[in-house]
Structure formats: C-alpha cells, structure tokens
C-alpha cells in the first residue's frame, strides 16, 4: 500500500514538473518563426526567397532583407506568412474585436 501510494505521489510530481517546463519554455520563447526574405523575390508559384539572416540585420550596412514571420518554408523560399511580427498590432486593422456569442445579437427574441 505505502508503495502504491510513493509511486502515484511521484507520478503527480513528474507530470507537475513537466507542465511547469512547458509553461516556462512557451513563456519564455524568442522571436516567434521568423526568416530573413529578399522582399523584391516574390513570384506567385514559391513565394519569397529566404535570404541570410546578416541580410536583415541593422548594423550599420544598408540591409537588404526583412524579416517574414509565420508561414511554411520549401525549397529555400517561404509563403504563407506576412512582414507584420505577431502581437504587434500594426495600423492595418488587423486587430479588431469580435463581440458576439450567446445573447451578443442585436435582435431579440420575441415572446
């Protein structure tokens, strides 16, 4: 019995720790997917051609690459995705609010 009990009493510190590693990681986790693209290298069929990241760097040289956030990555070219960082908002109205739900219409019911 005092077997039984120490092993689920492990079992639950294990899989608490291990929630606990997840949080922290998603928490504390860099950029979000992110490559360095030649902006002027977009065609219809690939997308964008995934540059060096020195390419978009801001030290000084004149860059020549922008970073491109989200989307799939295929042959060296990536699309899918947008030059905006997510959670940053941006003044393209990307961000708005949806109201609705259960009892967010604007008719009524009548009865």
């Given at each position: 019995m005092a077997d039984a009990r120490r092993q689920l009493r492990s079992t639950t510190v294990a899989l608490g720790g291990m929630g606990l590693l997840a949080a922290a990681l998603t928490a504390c986790s860099s950029d979000?997917?992110?490559?360095?693209?030649?902006?002027?290298?977009?065609?219809?069929?690939?997308?964008?051609r995934v540059v060096s990241d020195k390419n978009c760097s801001s030290s000084g040289a004149k860059s020549t690459g922008s970073w491109?956030?989200?989307?799939?990555?295929?042959?060296?070219?990536?699309?899918?995705?947008?030059?905006?960082?997510?959670?940053?908002?941006?003044?393209?109205?990307?961000?708005?609010?949806?109201?609705?739900g259960f009892g967010g219409g604007k008719s009524g019911s009548g009865g």
């Open positions: 979000p997917d992110k490559r360095c693209v030649d902006p002027g290298s977009y065609t219809l069929s690939n997308g964008y491109y956030y989200g989307g799939s990555k295929k042959n060296g070219f990536v699309s899918g995705g947008s030059f905006v960082r997510p959670g940053k908002g941006g003044s393209g109205g990307s961000s708005r609010v949806d109201r609705g």
